[in-house]
């Protein structure tokens, strides 16, 4: 099976232009972010793409008014709720804009493996991430990982993605250790934070194609 790469962060024309064979591209909707996107920014970028990677828009404990304001603008296919959003709220956010709906999981410990059973009914699909540094802003692209053998030998009712520090250089081990088949790289594919470099996502991508 094909790996499926969402790239997330997508700020720029040249990096979407070099994210189109990607299955998946993120916008990030969360002022504190170095990836920021407002509403008609992302609704450009997403016009100027062909239809066939899914655009995904990044919320952090939105209320449904952001969610509605960013929509007005921008064509999104699907939205991740990144923040501690609840089952219910991930529920209330689907029903309401009637899109399917990524939740991430942050993962320290075995322990908090647990936490995703909770959402089985609710969301779509699951993604998997490093929590975040002490003292940092933002609750993911971070460019740290978390130890992957949690999810090991793991199997899951939803669809998931492996997020958190990965790059061209740790994904063969990160799929491999993990088994998975959707992953997401923001950081990994960037020169500083905020600021993709269009080849680092071409080599993020041709690795992919070949695992």
């Not at 493996?113 to 089985?120: G, H, N, P, S, T």
């Amino acid at each position: 099976m094909t790996l499926a790469v969402k790239i997330c962060g997508i700020t720029t024309p040249e990096a979407a232009a070099a994210a189109v064979d990607a299955a998946m591209i993120g916008f990030v909707f969360y002022p504190r972010s170095p990836r920021f996107l407002r509403g008609p920014q992302a609704g450009d970028l997403i016009r100027q793409m062909p239809p066939d990677p899914l655009k995904v828009g990044l919320f952090v404990d939105s209320d449904d008014a952001v969610i509605e304001s960013i929509l007005d603008h921008a064509a999104l296919d699907c939205l991740q709720l990144h923040g501690e959003e609840s089952p219910q709220r991930v529920q209330a956010v689907k029903q309401r804009f009637a899109k399917p709906v990524i939740k991430a999981i942050t993962l320290r410990r075995s322990s908090d493996l647990d936490r995703a059973a909770a959402y089985f009914d609710h969301a779509d699909w699951l993604l998997f991430d490093a929590p975040p540094p002490t003292g940092a802003l933002r609750p993911g692209g971070n460019a740290t990982a978390f130890d992957w053998r949690l999810l090991e030998n793991r199997s899951w009712p939803l669809p998931w993605l492996l997020a958190g520090g990965l790059d061209a250089e740790n994904l063969a081990t990160a799929v491999k250790t993990t088994g998975a088949i959707a992953v997401d790289v923001s950081s990994g594919v960037e020169d500083r934070p905020g600021h993709k470099n269009p080849e680092k996502i071409k080599r993020f991508l041709d690795q992919a194609a070949h695992l």
